[in-house]
């Protein structure tokens, strides 16, 4: 596997060519119970043994998808600060995803909950070029993925504080974020993120949500697995 690979508290790679599932939390979204669960159930998984079938790659990936669930969850269902619930705030945040839809990125899926934001992606490649050289050029050296997540997270910080009337760290510092191995992971990804009112007992139909791609598909009638139209 060829890519970049970076970690400050959360691992984050960068794989050419493979769309990035992209998850943002809230500034204090999850409580100070929830952050010692999640700690304590990381450590459980990291001392666990790993099967002797799998390499530490794929175990690794299993634990992360494990200690996400838990995340997601928690996110769901005990988050302090749900400023998303605020219609216009989520509606900033969607248009924004919208806006450079097949121009920087082809949009697969997304959806704005209270407390955070799911979105899947694949950077368009004549576009990242050209990104990537003015990064290094400016002396960021940003990924195609750390640039279009860096100004989605800027922009709707900018705008939904402006709503709010207030100022300061919008967002948790980092993102939770995956590259998808093939096609059949990219559509249990667009399910998974469209399905979360569901989970989350907000809804009972993906297309209900008003803030996700689900509703947008099946106005437009575009098949899971094909681009979103920008806006």
């Known amino acids: 596997m060829n890519g970049i690979f970076r970690r400050r508290h959360l691992p984050h790679w960068d794989v050419e060519g493979h769309p990035f599932f992209i998850t943002a939390c809230l500034k204090g979204s999850i409580s100070a119970i929830g ?3 999640i700690r304590h159930f990381r450590e459980a998984l990291d001392a666990r043994h790993r099967p002797r079938d799998w390499t530490p790659e794929r175990w690794e990936h299993h634990k992360n998808k494990l200690l996400f669930g838990m995340i997601d969850e928690l996110l769901d269902t005990n988050s302090p600060v749900r400023h998303l619930a605020d219609h216009r705030q989520a509606e900033i945040v969607q248009n924004a995803f919208l806006h450079f839809a097949g121009d920087r990125y082809d949009l697969l899926a997304f959806v704005v909950m209270p407390s955070h934001h799911h979105w899947i992606f694949l950077p368009k490649e004549s576009w990242a070029r050209t990104a990537v050289t003015e990064s290094r050029w400016a002396g960021r050296n940003r990924t ?15 705008m939904c504080n402006r709503v709010r009337g207030t100022n300061g760290p ?4 980092e993102t939770f974020d995956h590259w998808a191995r093939d096609e059949a992971e990219v559509q249990r990804i667009i399910r998974y993120i469209e399905d979360n009112p569901v989970r989350a007992g907000l809804v009972s139909e993906p297309a209900d949500w008003p803030f996700s791609s ?4 099946e106005r437009d009638r575009i098949p899971p697995g094909l681009p979103l139209m920008g806006g």
């Open 35 to 37: 952050l010692r669960r």
């Open 144 to 158: 195609p993925r750390e640039i279009i997540s860096h100004s989605i997270q800027s922009y709707t910080a900018t």
């Open 170 to 173: 919008y967002w948790q510092t």
């Open 214 to 217: 689900a509703r947008l598909r």
